[in-house]
């Protein structure tokens, strides 16, 4: 690791909780995304949108969801 990686690393240590994740989350952000990836998720976020608007689907409630689940892997 190269010195301004390692006093970069010092530095962000230093910061709080919260001030991390934020940094954590822009770096992310930051690094190649494939196109073609972003488009498809893009796309299943509307098809879903649009089960939920028509009423084909409903929505569960996340403890109801959390409580099947494991009742089913049990």
Same mark, same amino acid.
């Given at each position: 690791? %190269?010195? =301004? #990686? @390692?006093a970069l &690393? ?11 994740? $934020?940094l954590?989350e ?8 494939? *196109?073609? #990836? @972003? &488009? ?5 976020i509307?098809?879903r949108?649009?089960?939920?608007e028509?009423?084909?689907? %409903?929505? #569960? *409630?996340? *403890?109801?969801a959390l409580?099947?689940?494991k =009742?089913?892997? $049990?």
């Open positions: 690791m %190269s010195s =301004t #990686v @390692e &690393e010092a530095e962000a240590l230093q910061l709080s909780a919260s001030e991390r994740a $934020r954590v822009r770096l992310i952000a930051s690094l190649d995304i494939d *196109p073609e #990836v @972003e &488009e498809a998720w893009a796309a299943e509307e098809r949108n649009a089960e939920i028509s009423g084909a689907v %409903s929505l #569960v *409630p996340g *403890p109801d409580a099947k689940l =009742t089913e892997f $049990r």
